[in-house]
């Protein structure tokens, strides 16, 4: 399987608080014009529907709950993707690098986690966030940025990130982990504040 297509990969991973905003189509589109060319790969959080799956008794760490969130951010990536003509959704990486250049390309993971990916636990521990830490890796991506509804104060380690719930508590051993010889390290990762006008920044 080619693992990149020949232009740089960006994975930008979508919070799922953010499917609330109003202008989230014009917003995208208006980031992505301020950043570098690149291929754009996004996945999406899995937001309310997800945290109503734990507060309906599945809290405890469990394969079921862990693949219905899993679902459900597919769900959420596929909707996005008929928001524009530009944008598409697709959930085989065998046929990424076939793909039209779009402004945004829409990424289901469920099939990709299930065959290729096995080193993430199936439990609480594991969110979006540090599914795109994986996928960012898998595919040598130039960058990796996390589009959230706050960004941290400049001071804070990732330890005290992972403490904070600002990001998940499996997202530093997905960064650093050298276990999966395919997984390259990342080497630039940013948070960007999606709710702010100003989308305000921080490298990590």
């Not at 199936?122 to 040598?140: C, G, H, P, Q, Y």
Request: glycine share 4%; net charge negative; proline share 5%.
């Amino acid at each position: 399987m080619k693992r990149s297509p020949s232009t740089p990969v960006r994975v930008i991973k979508l919070g799922g608080s953010l499917l609330t905003l109003p202008d989230l189509t014009s917003r995208l589109e208006r980031w992505l014009t301020r950043q570098p060319p690149m291929f754009n790969l996004c996945i999406v959080g899995g937001g309310q529907p997800v945290q109503n799956i734990r507060d309906l008794g599945c809290s405890a760490d469990s394969s079921e709950s862990h693949w219905s969130a899993v679902q459900q951010m597919d769900v959420h990536a596929r909707s996005l993707s008929q928001r524009s003509p530009n944008w598409i959704y697709f959930d085989s990486l065998n046929s990424y690098s076939f793909i039209s250049p779009t402004t945004i390309n829409f990424f289901g993971v469920e099939n990709w986690l299930r065959n290729e990916i096995h080193c993430l636990p199936e439990s609480w521990d594991v969110t979006s966030d540090s599914i795109a830490v994986i996928l960012a890796r898998f595919l040598n991506a130039e960058e990796l940025i996390l589009l959230k509804s706050t960004i941290p104060q400049s001071d804070r380690t990732l330890i005290q990130l992972i403490d904070e719930g600002y990001v998940d508590r499996h997202f530093k051993t997905a960064l650093t982990s050298s276990d999966d010889h395919q997984l390259s390290t990342i080497e630039h990762v940013k948070f960007v504040n999606f709710r702010d006008k100003e989308l305000m920044e921080l490298k990590l």
